[in-house]
T-cell receptor
Framework: AQSVAQPEDQVNVAEGNPLTVKCTYS??????LFWYVQYPNRGLQFLLK??????LVKGSYGFEAEFNKSQTSFHLKKPSALVSDSALYFC???????????FGTGTRLQVFP | NAGVMQNPRHLVRRRGQEARLRCSPM?????VYWYRQLPEEGLKFMVY????????ESGMPKERFSAEFPKEGPSILRIQQVVRGDSAAYFC?????????????FGQGTRLTVV
Protein backbone atom coordinates (compact mmCIF):
# COMPACT_ATOMS: atom_id res chain seq x y z
CA ALA A 1 0.00 0.00 0.00
CA GLN A 2 1.11 3.54 -0.68
CA SER A 3 2.15 5.61 2.30
CA VAL A 4 4.11 8.66 3.36
CA ALA A 5 5.95 9.34 6.58
CA GLN A 6 6.81 12.64 8.16
CA PRO A 7 9.36 11.79 10.84
CA GLU A 8 9.30 15.14 12.62
CA ASP A 9 6.29 16.37 14.57
CA GLN A 10 7.75 19.85 14.78
CA VAL A 11 10.50 21.83 13.12
CA ASN A 12 11.83 25.05 14.62
CA VAL A 13 13.83 27.52 12.59
CA ALA A 14 14.88 31.13 12.93
CA GLU A 15 13.56 33.65 10.47
CA GLY A 16 15.91 34.07 7.54
CA ASN A 17 17.39 30.61 7.89
CA PRO A 18 16.76 27.81 5.42
CA LEU A 19 14.11 25.29 6.36
CA THR A 20 13.54 21.65 5.52
CA VAL A 21 10.46 19.58 6.29
CA LYS A 22 11.06 15.90 5.71
CA CYS A 23 8.89 13.35 3.94
CA THR A 24 9.59 9.81 2.85
CA TYR A 25 7.31 7.67 0.76
CA SER A 26 6.55 4.07 0.00
CA UNK A 27 4.83 3.29 -3.28
CA UNK A 28 4.61 0.64 -5.91
CA UNK A 29 5.07 2.17 -9.29
CA UNK A 30 5.60 5.83 -10.03
CA UNK A 31 4.99 8.17 -7.11
CA UNK A 32 2.68 11.15 -7.33
CA LEU A 33 3.69 13.33 -4.40
CA PHE A 34 2.18 16.49 -3.00
CA TRP A 35 2.77 19.07 -0.29
CA TYR A 36 0.00 20.99 1.40
CA VAL A 37 0.02 23.67 4.09
CA GLN A 38 -2.63 24.29 6.73
CA TYR A 39 -2.90 27.56 8.62
CA PRO A 40 -4.84 27.66 11.91
CA ASN A 41 -8.55 27.02 11.53
CA ARG A 42 -8.25 26.79 7.77
CA GLY A 43 -8.39 24.11 5.12
CA LEU A 44 -5.37 22.73 3.33
CA GLN A 45 -3.74 24.70 0.58
CA PHE A 46 -1.85 23.02 -2.24
CA LEU A 47 1.83 24.00 -2.41
CA LEU A 48 3.42 21.81 -5.06
CA LYS A 49 3.55 18.37 -6.60
CA UNK A 50 5.95 15.95 -8.19
CA UNK A 51 4.72 13.87 -11.07
CA UNK A 52 7.69 13.35 -13.33
CA UNK A 53 10.60 15.27 -14.77
CA UNK A 54 12.91 17.55 -12.80
CA UNK A 55 13.69 16.37 -9.31
CA LEU A 56 13.46 19.92 -7.97
CA VAL A 57 9.89 21.15 -7.97
CA LYS A 58 9.04 24.79 -7.34
CA GLY A 59 5.78 25.77 -5.74
CA SER A 60 3.87 28.56 -4.04
CA TYR A 61 5.25 31.08 -1.53
CA GLY A 62 8.88 30.36 -2.42
CA PHE A 63 8.74 26.71 -1.42
CA GLU A 64 10.37 23.94 -3.36
CA ALA A 65 10.74 20.22 -2.90
CA GLU A 66 13.40 17.78 -3.92
CA PHE A 67 12.43 14.35 -5.15
CA ASN A 68 15.06 11.71 -4.42
CA LYS A 69 14.22 8.31 -5.81
CA SER A 70 17.15 6.45 -4.24
CA GLN A 71 16.24 7.74 -0.78
CA THR A 72 12.47 7.63 -1.44
CA SER A 73 12.22 11.15 -0.11
CA PHE A 74 10.38 14.32 -1.05
CA HIS A 75 11.60 16.98 1.38
CA LEU A 76 10.08 20.44 1.38
CA LYS A 77 12.53 23.33 1.43
CA LYS A 78 12.73 27.08 1.48
CA PRO A 79 15.97 29.08 1.34
CA SER A 80 14.86 31.76 3.79
CA ALA A 81 12.07 31.17 6.29
CA LEU A 82 9.48 33.78 7.23
CA VAL A 83 7.53 33.99 10.46
CA SER A 84 4.39 33.79 8.33
CA ASP A 85 5.49 30.33 7.13
CA SER A 86 4.59 28.97 10.56
CA ALA A 87 1.88 26.40 9.92
CA LEU A 88 1.17 22.69 9.66
CA TYR A 89 2.64 21.00 6.60
CA PHE A 90 1.39 17.76 5.10
CA CYS A 91 3.03 15.48 2.62
CA UNK A 92 0.73 13.28 0.53
CA UNK A 93 0.91 10.53 -2.04
CA UNK A 94 -1.68 9.55 -4.59
CA UNK A 95 -2.43 5.87 -4.63
CA UNK A 96 -1.83 4.89 -8.21
CA UNK A 97 -4.50 2.20 -8.21
CA UNK A 98 -7.32 3.85 -6.31
CA UNK A 99 -6.59 7.58 -6.76
CA UNK A 100 -6.96 7.96 -3.02
CA UNK A 101 -4.88 10.81 -1.58
CA UNK A 102 -2.99 9.59 1.47
CA PHE A 103 -1.54 12.07 3.92
CA GLY A 104 1.31 11.98 6.36
CA THR A 105 0.75 12.90 9.98
CA GLY A 106 1.88 16.47 9.45
CA THR A 107 4.82 18.56 10.65
CA ARG A 108 4.34 21.76 12.55
CA LEU A 109 6.77 24.41 11.37
CA GLN A 110 7.56 27.18 13.82
CA VAL A 111 9.58 30.10 12.55
CA PHE A 112 10.94 32.36 15.28
CA PRO A 113 11.69 36.05 14.74
CA ASN B 1 -14.36 29.77 -10.25
CA ALA B 2 -15.45 29.24 -6.68
CA GLY B 3 -13.43 26.88 -4.60
CA VAL B 4 -14.64 23.91 -2.62
CA MET B 5 -17.49 25.05 -0.42
CA GLN B 6 -18.32 23.39 2.84
CA ASN B 7 -21.20 24.21 5.10
CA PRO B 8 -21.81 24.79 7.79
CA ARG B 9 -18.42 26.02 8.99
CA HIS B 10 -19.33 25.24 12.57
CA LEU B 11 -21.91 22.75 13.78
CA VAL B 12 -22.95 22.01 17.33
CA ARG B 13 -24.97 18.90 18.07
CA ARG B 14 -26.15 17.24 21.24
CA ARG B 15 -25.28 13.62 21.80
CA GLY B 16 -27.68 11.38 19.90
CA GLN B 17 -28.56 13.93 17.21
CA GLU B 18 -27.69 13.70 13.55
CA ALA B 19 -25.02 15.80 11.86
CA ARG B 20 -25.13 16.59 8.16
CA LEU B 21 -22.07 18.07 6.54
CA ARG B 22 -22.23 19.40 3.00
CA CYS B 23 -19.55 19.78 0.39
CA SER B 24 -19.90 21.41 -3.00
CA PRO B 25 -16.88 20.57 -5.14
CA MET B 26 -15.18 22.97 -7.47
CA UNK B 27 -16.96 23.46 -10.76
CA UNK B 28 -16.23 20.60 -13.09
CA UNK B 29 -14.89 18.32 -10.38
CA UNK B 30 -16.53 14.95 -10.14
CA UNK B 31 -14.44 13.38 -7.36
CA VAL B 32 -14.82 14.12 -3.68
CA TYR B 33 -12.83 13.02 -0.64
CA TRP B 34 -13.75 13.37 3.00
CA TYR B 35 -11.16 13.56 5.78
CA ARG B 36 -11.38 13.90 9.54
CA GLN B 37 -8.90 15.85 11.60
CA LEU B 38 -8.75 15.65 15.35
CA PRO B 39 -7.08 18.49 17.29
CA GLU B 40 -3.31 18.45 16.84
CA GLU B 41 -3.54 15.41 14.59
CA GLY B 42 -3.18 14.66 10.94
CA LEU B 43 -5.80 14.00 8.32
CA LYS B 44 -7.54 10.66 8.38
CA PHE B 45 -9.03 9.50 5.14
CA MET B 46 -12.68 8.57 5.41
CA VAL B 47 -14.25 8.11 2.01
CA TYR B 48 -13.72 8.75 -1.68
CA UNK B 49 -16.69 9.28 -3.95
CA UNK B 50 -17.46 9.91 -7.54
CA UNK B 51 -20.85 11.04 -8.74
CA UNK B 52 -23.36 8.47 -7.51
CA UNK B 53 -20.62 6.02 -6.55
CA UNK B 54 -18.60 5.24 -3.46
CA UNK B 55 -15.12 4.32 -4.65
CA UNK B 56 -13.38 3.73 -1.34
CA GLU B 57 -14.94 3.88 2.11
CA SER B 58 -12.19 2.06 3.95
CA GLY B 59 -11.76 4.93 6.41
CA MET B 60 -15.40 5.21 7.40
CA PRO B 61 -16.52 3.81 10.74
CA LYS B 62 -18.79 0.85 10.16
CA GLU B 63 -21.70 2.31 12.06
CA ARG B 64 -23.43 5.69 12.16
CA PHE B 65 -21.41 7.21 9.30
CA SER B 66 -22.50 7.42 5.68
CA ALA B 67 -21.65 9.50 2.66
CA GLU B 68 -23.19 10.21 -0.69
CA PHE B 69 -22.47 12.26 -3.77
CA PRO B 70 -25.64 12.42 -5.83
CA LYS B 71 -25.88 13.26 -9.48
CA GLU B 72 -27.21 16.68 -8.56
CA GLY B 73 -26.27 18.64 -5.48
CA PRO B 74 -23.50 18.53 -2.93
CA SER B 75 -21.80 15.60 -1.33
CA ILE B 76 -23.18 14.83 2.12
CA LEU B 77 -21.41 13.26 5.06
CA ARG B 78 -23.98 12.08 7.57
CA ILE B 79 -23.26 11.10 11.14
CA GLN B 80 -26.14 9.58 13.03
CA GLN B 81 -26.48 9.50 16.81
CA VAL B 82 -23.39 11.61 17.34
CA VAL B 83 -21.12 11.01 20.32
CA ARG B 84 -18.51 13.27 21.90
CA GLY B 85 -15.74 11.40 20.10
CA ASP B 86 -17.14 12.59 16.78
CA SER B 87 -16.08 16.13 17.61
CA ALA B 88 -13.49 17.04 14.98
CA ALA B 89 -12.88 19.07 11.87
CA TYR B 90 -14.18 17.41 8.74
CA PHE B 91 -12.61 18.41 5.46
CA CYS B 92 -13.79 17.82 1.97
CA UNK B 93 -11.54 17.90 -1.09
CA UNK B 94 -12.38 17.67 -4.75
CA UNK B 95 -10.44 16.93 -7.87
CA UNK B 96 -10.92 16.66 -11.56
CA UNK B 97 -9.46 13.25 -12.11
CA UNK B 98 -7.91 12.89 -15.47
CA UNK B 99 -4.94 11.14 -13.99
CA UNK B 100 -3.63 10.39 -10.53
CA UNK B 101 -1.32 13.38 -11.00
CA UNK B 102 -4.14 15.82 -10.35
CA UNK B 103 -4.03 17.69 -7.06
CA UNK B 104 -7.06 17.93 -4.83
CA UNK B 105 -8.46 21.19 -3.55
CA PHE B 106 -9.76 21.51 -0.02
CA GLY B 107 -12.64 23.31 1.55
CA GLN B 108 -12.39 25.29 4.78
CA GLY B 109 -13.81 22.44 6.78
CA THR B 110 -16.74 21.92 9.12
CA ARG B 111 -15.94 21.93 12.80
CA LEU B 112 -18.32 19.63 14.57
CA THR B 113 -18.74 19.95 18.30
CA VAL B 114 -20.82 17.40 20.15
CA VAL B 115 -22.05 18.55 23.54
Amino acid sequence: AQSVAQPEDQVNVAEGNPLTVKCTYSVSGNPYLFWYVQYPNRGLQFLLKYITGDNLVKGSYGFEAEFNKSQTSFHLKKPSALVSDSALYFCAVRDYNTDKLIFGTGTRLQVFP
Amino acid sequence: NAGVMQNPRHLVRRRGQEARLRCSPMKGHSHVYWYRQLPEEGLKFMVYLQKENIIDESGMPKERFSAEFPKEGPSILRIQQVVRGDSAAYFCASSDIGTAATEAFFGQGTRLTVV
